[in-house]
């Protein structure tokens, strides 16, 4: 990792973008699938997708695999924000343990050696 910040900017952006794609993805499943909403929730969701690798070939100019993919890990929690706004899922102390132990792990595993 070079440590620049409009690289992890980059980085965390794209997991973003990605994380995205889950709740337009479960919204849809929920419209019937001939319906203009169920178009427009998949298509926002294969956008987002689309984004994603455009800006994840990018990423990997700056950063190596394992250390980019580390931080995916992001994604949990980007999960947890969209359950609780989107859909008023609630988070339990098993989620937030869990949590802990994934970033847990994603810090060790994209730390500079």
């Known amino acids: 990792m070079t440590g620049r910040v409009p690289e992890f900017l980059l980085l965390q952006g794209g997991y973003f ?7 337009l993805l479960k919204s849809a499943s929920r419209l019937p699938t001939a319906s203009a909403g ?5 298509t926002g969701a294969f956008a987002c997708l ?6 994840w070939q990018q ?3 700056s950063y190596e695999l394992t250390k ?3 931080w995916r890990g992001v ?7 969209w359950s609780v706004l989107f859909f008023q899922e609630a988070i339990t102390a098993s989620n937030l343990a869990g ?3 994934i ?3 994603m810090m060790l595993a994209a730390r500079d050696d």
Do not use: K
């Open 50 to 55: 689309v984004l994603f690798a455009a800006v």
């Open 75 to 81: 994604l949990f929690l980007w999960t947890f924000l």
């Open 68 to 70: 980019a993919y580390a």
């Open 99 to 101: 949590a802990g132990i």
């Open 59 to 61: 990423v990997l100019r």
């Open 17 to 23: 973008v990605f994380s995205l794609s889950a709740p």
């Open 103 to 105: 970033v847990a792990g």
């Open 38 to 42: 169920f178009a427009m929730r998949f």
